[in-house]
Nanobody
Framework: QAQLVESGGGLVQAGGSLRLSCAAS????????MGWFRQAPGKEREFVAA????????YYVDFVKDRFTISREYGKNTVYLQMNSLKAEDTAVYYC?????????????????WGQGTQVTVSS
């Protein structure tokens, strides 16, 4: 059974950094685009970043550009989200997801597999 498990969340002060990991198991996701989404309390889930199956393309939502970096490590079947210069408004549950096919999809409906989420809390 395919499974995505996020880790690396926690409490950090504004301006700090965290690296989230998403470990895939049950199947290889090397031919899947991978994405990160987040959901803050009382808000809808929103797209954060995506990386293509080849790793050659990435896409970021404007409010994380130049602060977050998505990457993947095929040998470990793992995707990362390096988050720097964190702000209080980055506080949310962060989810990773996998989508079959090409490109760097931003719509949550395109993603087939989802992790359970990891909490990121940024104190101001």
């Amino acid at each position: 059974q395919a499974q995505l498990v996020e880790s690396g969340g926690g409490l950090v002060q504004a301006g700090g950094s965290l690296r989230l990991s998403c470990a895939a198991s049950g199947r290889t996701f090397s031919t899947y685009a991978m994405g990160w989404f987040r959901q803050a309390p009382g808000k809808e889930r929103e797209f954060v970043a995506a990386i293509s199956w080849s790793g050659r393309s990435t896409y970021y939502v404007d409010f994380v550009k130049d602060r977050f970096t998505i990457s993947r490590e095929y040998g470990k079947n793992t995707v990362y989200l390096q988050m720097n210069s964190l702000k209080a408004e980055d506080t949310a549950v962060y989810y990773c997801a996998a989508a079959a096919g090409e490109g760097v999809p931003q719509l949550s409906s395109v993603y087939r597999y989802w992790g359970q989420g990891t909490q990121v809390t940024v104190s101001s």
